[in-house]
């Protein structure tokens, strides 16, 4: 099928200007130049008519539009992207009001137009696979296949999704971003971070969520132990999605299987700026605890788990920091200690700020083995940061207020639920500070 057959080409009014030779000439070269002497010549034969009528009056920047369709390497949305144009320039109010703006104006006005051509494409390419919601049904189904284990039908599922982008158009370049971040607050830290750019950004997940499909088809490949494969796939998504927390995280756990130390390091750094949820911080964290243990660093190592106790905020989180601790620690009367013993006599505590716990005695009390001076030193050694990004906190709080003045409950309520979140966890770090302090002076008097 040729591509024009599937082009929206709609007719244009008939109109009684004329144009130049020069005009046809220039048009007829470019039309060659973009799709090929064959095809060039089926589409001048079927539409070159009405193009020749609207060269000349219609557009007297075609030659820098023309470039721009040029620089989209798909002829079918680029035809569709100058025919619907012309045809709406050929109103002469359109056409007065077109001349009226500035030439950065024009710009946009073109890429808003260039951006609505390209998305209605892959939307149309996205039907035989059920649209959107097809595409995230496909990707739960592939989510359901790597719970369960089972690779091979993962596997073929991947490679349809993967088939599904073949018909992407949206190419990022030095003067434009595509972007596809499906996260509300992950958006606006994107945004933040990318300021100088925002005009020229879009953001692509109502069209097809791309990110996930390579987050998903990484997973694959990971746990197959194809660990280039995984990068690879990474990458895509931090394309993107920069601040992708979950890509970053799962990028950090390929350096770290393949021993690739200073990449993980960077990695995990870069993570905790973007980071949000308490459940970020954890992961991060035991990034940061695998990194220092396969370098045998392993007092830094307790400096992760001080940490990631302070996002510990469940039965479930609490336990599993119980058991860094019986894990990592290196005190021989640690080690002997039972998970339950370890939760009751020492985390279990930290939640009851104002209450001593009678229980704890000298063999808990050597349990972690640093202090805040030690976390501090290693944070300062390694670069990562001891707290949430202040910047995060201020975003959050932003978008809540501009939700509260909108009186969008549902946006104020998830802002709200973030900054919640992590004020627990700030008032949890001040309740570990204290208790560890008196374990410290505790172990001193004895």
């Known amino acids: 099928m040729r591509w024009f057959e599937n082009a929206r080409i709609n007719p244009m009014p008939k109109t009684k200007t004329t144009s130049e030779d020069a005009d046809i000439k220039r048009f007829e070269k470019f039309v060659k130049e973009l799709l090929g002497k064959d095809d060039a010549e089926l589409f001048l034969e079927k539409y070159g008519e009405q193009w020749n009528e609207r060269i000349e009056r219609d557009e007297p920047e075609l030659d820098s539009f023309v470039l721009k369709a040029i620089e989209f390497d798909n002829a079918s949305c680029a035809i569709i992207l100058m025919n619907d144009w012309m045809r709406f320039m050929n109103k002469v109010e359109n056409y007065e009001k077109w001349k009226k703006n500035s030439p950065a104006q024009k710009q946009d006005i073109i890429e808003d137009y260039y951006f609505q051509i390209k998305a209605d494409f892959f939307r149309a390419s996205l039907e035989k696979y059920g649209g959107r919601k097809g595409v995230e049904d496909k990707l739960l189904a592939l989510n359901g296949m790597l719970r369960k284990k089972n690779f091979e039908d993962a596997s073929k599922q991947s490679k349809t999704l993967l088939k599904i982008l073949d018909d992407n158009p ?50 694959i490949a990971f ?76 007092k830094d190592v307790l400096c992760c788990i001080y940490l990631k106790m302070q996002y510990a905020s469940s039965d479930k989180t609490r336990k599993n920091v119980a058991q860094d601790f019986q894990i990592f620690s290196r005190s021989e009367c640690a080690t002997n200690l039972r998970v339950k013993k370890l939760c009751d006599a020492y985390i279990k505590p930290l939640e009851e700020p104002g209450k001593r716990n009678n229980r ?5 009390s050597k349990l972690v083995d640093v202090s805040i001076e030690d ?69 001193i008097v004895s």
Not at 360 to 364: G, L, R
């Open 170 to 219: 949206f190419v990022s370049n030095e003067s434009f971003q595509y972007v596809s971040i499906m996260n509300e607050m992950e958006w606006f830290v994107y945004q933040h971070y990318n300021k100088s750019s925002n005009s020229n950004v879009r953001n692509i997940n109502f069209i097809c969520p791309v990110e996930y499909i390579y987050l998903e088809n990484a997973a």
């Open 375 to 443: 976390v501090r030193e290693s944070s300062r050694k390694y670069g990562y940061p001891m707290e949430v990004n202040p910047k995060i906190i201020e975003l959050a709080k932003s978008y809540r207020e501009k939700a509260v003045c909108a009186k969008d409950n549902r946006e104020a309520e998830y802002f709200q639920t973030i900054l919640s979140d992590l004020e627990k966890c700030r008032e949890q770090a001040k309740r570990i500070c204290v208790a560890i302090s008196r374990q410290r002076k505790s172990k």
């Open 223 to 298: 746990e197959m132990k194809k660990y280039s494969e995984a990068e690879k796939y990474l990458n895509e998504t931090l394309k993107w999605n920069p601040v992708s927390a979950y890509g970053l995280w799962f990028l950090a756990r390929v350096y770290l299987e393949r021993r690739q130390w200073k990449q993980s390091l960077d990695t995990i750094i870069r993570g905790l700026k973007y980071a949000y949820r308490p459940s970020h911080f954890r992961a991060f964290y035991d990034a940061l605890m695998c990194y220092f243990d396969g370098r045998n660093l392993n």
């Open 360 to 364: 704890t005695d000298s063999k808990s």
